[in-house]
């Protein structure tokens, strides 16, 4: 007999971790990002050099989640999952809290990520330029082709504005 209480035990406990490694993750981009803006290059070595223990639980977490999918026979999906949500939540509708919850950490995360990766793409340019005027020489710009290709020095044939 399949028991949805322990479904639901399960998929809940499943979720609040999914939330606190999302939070953790966060907090670790977070960090990184200050530590740029500062320029304190020791404490960016040292939260670089720490292993990130919420990135690799988040992978497991995913692969436990999928195999209780599974195990009460549904997909892996996010149909799968609110089905299985609509299935085994309680009254309160718990699971369909924490999973709201979930969605919107990792969306706040990927903004999270999504600027981090603005900052370093901006450092590098900070680094290009300086290089171009240390050297003496242009930076070598990347363009790109019709067809999203990159290309660089004397084949340079349009900007991303064209292309």
């Known amino acids: 007999m399949i028991d949805a209480n322990q479904c639901r035990e399960q998929l809940a406990s499943l979720l609040r971790q999914q939330i606190d490694c999302t939070v953790a993750t966060d907090s670790y981009l977070s960090e990184l990002r200050q530590a740029i803006a500062e320029n304190r290059l020791a404490d960016l070595n040292q939260s670089i050099m720490q292993p990130q223990t919420s990135l690799q639980k988040t992978d497991e977490l995913e692969r436990q989640r999928r195999s209780l999918m599974e195990s009460y026979g549904f997909s892996v999906d996010r149909a799968g999952l609110e089905h299985c949500i609509s299935w085994c939540d309680d009254d309160s509708g718990t699971l369909h809290q924490l999973h709201l919850e979930l969605l919107e950490k990792l969306t706040g ?54 292309a």
Request: no cysteine; glycine share 8%.
């Open 109 to 162: 995360l990927e903004r999270s990520l999504q600027v981090s990766n603005l900052l370093v793409n901006k450092g590098k340019q900070g680094i290009a330029k300086a290089l171009e005027v240390l050297t003496q020489q242009p930076a070598t710009a990347k363009t790109y082709t019709a067809s999203g290709t990159t290309q660089s020095g004397s084949t340079l044939k349009r900007t991303i504005a064209r």
